[in-house]
């Protein structure tokens, strides 16, 4: 009886010591990503946006801004862990757009970080809508998930082809590879759920490309292989 009663005591503390440790790998590794993203654009020279590219960015900061939102609330109501970690990281993306905006003196658009208060309209709506619907089940906040990293691949390709400065070139890249990790993360889930999911922004080959390939590591990527077709 002593042996167990040690063994009950000791089981929670070393389930502690584990979460703790997985916290502070993950939190390193995030970290080493965004100062080699960071040491690799300080090396980069100026040079001026067009309207395009300015356009670009502004757009990316609310709408890196929206996922994060959305899954904080998805969060709050189904309790589901992935919500939390992956708006974790859609912060680490919103700062990321903060950055190349400082860099180049822009004004942003999130000076005012309000939850679920966008200045672009469409993306007022969106999110209006996608919250709806993730209020429905978990199944379909789940599949909100996937529809919104889906959106964000598309919308950062779309922005990628606009520009051909070096630094925002590297930011999307990069934002790009989180998403489609978050894709993964949340097919998975969808198919472990036996729910049917079909893509709506990408491509049915680019969307299994991604969800059947490994997580993506690394820092400051300039190419990728998964291209649209």
Wanted: proline content about 2%; hydrophobic content about 40%.
């Amino acid at each position: 009886m002593k042996q167990s009663s040690k063994m009950i005591l000791i089981a929670p503390i070393v389930v502690g010591i584990v979460c703790v440790v997985f916290f502070v790998v993950t939190s390193e590794a995030q970290d080493n990503s965004t100062t080699a993203v960071d040491a690799k654009i300080a090396t980069i020279e100026l040079t001026e946006l067009t309207a395009k590219e300015v356009e670009g960015i502004l757009f990316m900061r609310q709408e890196e801004k929206l996922a994060r939102d959305v899954y904080r609330v998805i969060y709050d109501k189904w309790g589901l862990r992935i919500f939390n970690n992956i708006s974790n990281s859609e912060q680490t993306h919103m700062d990321a757009l903060a950055r190349i905006i400082a860099r180049y003196s822009l004004d942003d658009p999130v000076s005012e970080d309000i939850p679920g208060t966008f200045l672009d309209d469409k993306l007022q709506l969106l999110y209006k809508e996608l919250i709806e619907r993730a209020s429905k089940s978990l199944n379909e906040a789940l599949i909100v998930g996937a529809l919104i990293e889906e959106l964000d691949i598309a919308d950062l390709e779309h922005w990628l082809a606009a520009t051909d400065n070096e630094d925002v070139r590297i930011v999307y890249q990069n934002l790009m590879k989180g998403s489609r990790n978050h894709l993964r993360s949340f097919y998975r889930q969808i198919d472990r759920s036996g729910v049917k999911y079909t893509p709506s922004y990408l491509s049915t080959d680019l969307f299994n490309r991604i969800v059947t390939s490994p997580k993506e590591k690394g820092g400051a990527i300039l190419d990728s292989d998964f291209t649209f077709k």
